[in-house]
């Protein structure tokens, strides 16, 4: 404040009081009027004096408030110190394995695969599969919770008896056991009397005169449970089921075929069938080839068996009944993550290739319930209704 009033003292008022020379001709009288000279003079006397009160103020004065310019030294860099090591472990997220044989069929292996994968997913786990698994891989394994494996056992009960903290389930697989972390999954087998009695209470209901049979194998104790199966749902169906017109011959009837026999000669023993004016037969799945299968429909019998062999025989094909280890798989899952062991669950069967021309939707109702009613165990299919 006080340098601009200095200023403005020496460059407006100052000037005003140095005295001038007046123009000729006015004998020393100050006129109000200045003459050009005058002016110039005065401005010139003005312009000298802020010069030199700028050069003064420049060298002599700083502006009040502004802060001196000064160079402040860098601080010295300090490095961050290095984190130390945590003694706590990853959390490593839980991992399924699912056990299947190197040589299983492709087609078999690839919906098993994707099936576990699914479920693993599902509950956002990891998801292995393996051909062989040891006791060390069991008890060494980060985050192993649940493992599902198929025939050929492992060695489902020693791997159990080493990881407890990890559920085991076995899928068909025989001679096992349920422990508390070991459950099973059709252990005794696929359910063959089931499959045989439902396959003859469905060829009893295709057949108007109850002219139905079964091929079956030799020697074969399976086979001969699945016969007496079968002969029990046709009784099921139809009580007596004799025919109402000739010939009259004694049905079910029931053909074996020899252990040894080579596979080339099953249409010829399958013959019999076609003789005794059979309709409709229910072939016992270790002996349905596809010479033999194509044999029946060539003699336009209806066919039952397991699984449909040709999209060839698709019009004489009744309906395919399989075991059905997936769906098992899928309910028994969960028990399995939460920790719920020691289950023994048969194998389901399922209805597939059903053709509508055969097997019309009402008739296909029947069949579910009495399927259903079998598998809750409602219906014996080893005792005679």
């Not at 020379?21 to 006015?26: K, L, T, Y």
């Not at 080493?162 to 696929?190: R, Y």
């Amino acid at each position: 404040m006080r340098a601009s009033l200095l200023f403005r003292f020496f460059v407006f008022e100052i000037p005003y009081l140095i005295p001038f020379r007046p123009a000729q001709g006015f004998s020393g009288k100050i006129l109000e009027t200045f003459t050009a000279e005058g002016l110039l003079g005065r401005l010139a006397v003005r312009i000298r004096f802020a010069s030199i009160l700028l050069l003064i103020l420049l060298a002599a004065c700083t502006i009040p408030g502004r802060p001196t310019s000064t160079t402040t030294p860098a601080e010295p860099t300090v490095p961050s110190p290095t984190p130390s090591p945590t003694t706590e472990s990853t959390a490593v997220s839980p991992l399924v394995i699912l056990v299947i044989p190197a040589d299983m069929p492709s087609d078999q292996s690839s919906l098993y695969q994707t099936s576990v994968y699914d479920l693993a997913q599902q509950a956002g786990m990891r998801f292995q599969v393996r051909n062989v698994l040891t006791v060390s891989d069991v008890s060494t394994e980060p985050g192993l919770k649940v493992v599902i494996a198929l025939p050929p056992d492992p060695g489902l009960a020693g791997l159990a008896a080493a990881a407890p903290q990890v559920q085991f389930l076995g899928v068909g697989i025989p001679g096992l056991t349920a422990a508390a972390n070991l459950s099973l999954i059709g252990s005794s087998g696929k359910p063959v009397d089931q499959q045989a009695f439902l396959a003859g209470y469905i060829a009893a209901m295709l057949s108007p005169d109850f002219r139905v049979g079964i091929l079956t194998q030799e020697d074969n104790p399976s086979a001969l449970i699945a016969e007496a199966a079968f002969i029990n749902g046709v009784h099921f169906y139809c009580g007596l089921c004799n025919p109402a017109f000739a010939p009259f011959y004694g049905y079910p009837l029931h053909i074996e075929i020899p252990k040894d026999a080579p596979e080339s000669q099953y249409p010829a023993y399958a013959d019999g069938l076609a003789r005794y004016m059979v309709e409709v037969a229910f072939v016992y799945p270790e002996i349905a080839t596809p010479d033999l299968l194509d044999y029946l429909y060539q003699k336009d019998i209806m066919i039952i068996s397991e699984s449909l062999p040709s999209e060839d025989l698709r019009p004489g094909w009744v309906v395919s009944i399989q075991p059905e280890v997936i769906s098992a798989i899928q309910k028994i899952f969960p028990d399995l993550l939460a920790g719920q062991g020691g289950q023994n669950l048969s194998t389901p069967l399922l209805l597939t290739d059903i053709n509508p021309d055969l097997l019309t939707e009402g008739k296909q109702r029947l069949v579910e319930e009495v399927l259903s009613d079998l598998q809750a165990g409602f219906i014996d299919p080893s005792v005679n209704p």
